[in-house]
């Protein structure tokens, strides 16, 4: 039930295109849900995140969408470029309430932008 | 220093040397994680701190022990590991249930 599944494993896009990495989980208590961009050598940073009261939320190129019914949440990158090319995580935790996070991660998708 | 700075970046150990990481925060935070990341798996949560406390041990083996001295610091103290044990170990900081989760860069860690 802690589990979150992500899709696919490795991706790669064209400069210009659009990259769809897919998260599904079970625990309904999670209550945020964020994204990470590790690149080589470095920890995991967080790009953008989401609460599950709302839909979808965007940040320049980034877009989350997000449907609690089916228990889905996803991460749009338009206009993918060179640069974006890293390993993406989703996460979720219960953050409400709580005096600590525990992030549940999924297993990481590696986009590769080709020029 | 800013963020979350881990020390060393890379550690060779043999399997009967006993090393510590080491974990600094300068965000003001009061929890710090450990997780372990391996090749093709999800973040693994090893350990939680909350205001200095253990709360959280996910059925870590006893070959790992960890330390929180203060609010800022937090170590893992490593003896007699495996093999499997090699992988890149994350340090991670919050301000409560997860305002502001902020990663270390890791120290890559090789068990031989």
């Known amino acids: 039930q802690q589990q979150v599944k992500q899709s696919p494993q490795s991706l790669i896009v064209q400069k210009g295109g659009i990259s769809i990495i897919n998260c599904a989980y079970e625990?309904?208590?999670?209550?945020?849900f964020p994204w990470y961009q590790q690149f080589p050598g470095k920890g995991p940073a967080l790009l953008i995140a989401?609460?599950?009261?709302?839909s979808e939320k965007k940040e320049g190129r980034f877009t989350i969408s997000f449907n609690k019914s089916a228990k889905q949440f996803s991460l749009h990158i338009m206009d993918s470029q060179p640069g974006d090319s890293a390993t993406y995580f989703c996460?979720?935790?219960?953050?409400?309430?709580?005096?600590?996070?525990?992030?549940?991660f999924g297993q990481g998708t590696i986009l590769t932008v080709h020029p | 220093e800013t963020g979350v700075t881990q020390t060393p970046r890379h550690l060779v150990m043999g399997m009967t040397n006993k090393k510590s990481l080491k974990c600094e925060q300068h965000?003001?935070?009061?929890?710090m994680y450990w997780y372990k990341q391996s090749a093709k798996k999800p973040l693994e949560l090893m350990f939680v701190?909350?205001?200095?406390?253990?709360?959280e041990n996910n059925s870590v083996p006893s070959r790992f022990s960890p330390e929180c001295p203060n609010s800022s610091h937090l170590f893992l103290h490593l003896h007699t590991l495996q093999p499997e044990d090699s992988a890149l170990y994350l340090c991670?900081?919050?301000?409560?249930?997860?305002?502001?989760?902020?990663f270390g860069s890791g120290t890559r860690l090789t068990v031989v």
């Open positions: 991670a900081s919050s301000q409560g249930g997860g305002h502001g989760y902020t």
């Open positions: 625990n309904t208590a999670f209550d945020y």
């Open positions: 989401i609460r599950p009261d709302v």
């Open positions: 996460a979720a935790t219960v953050r409400g309430g709580t005096s600590y996070g525990k992030l549940t």
């Open positions: 965000l003001g935070h009061n929890a």
């Open positions: 701190y909350s205001l200095e406390e253990r709360v």
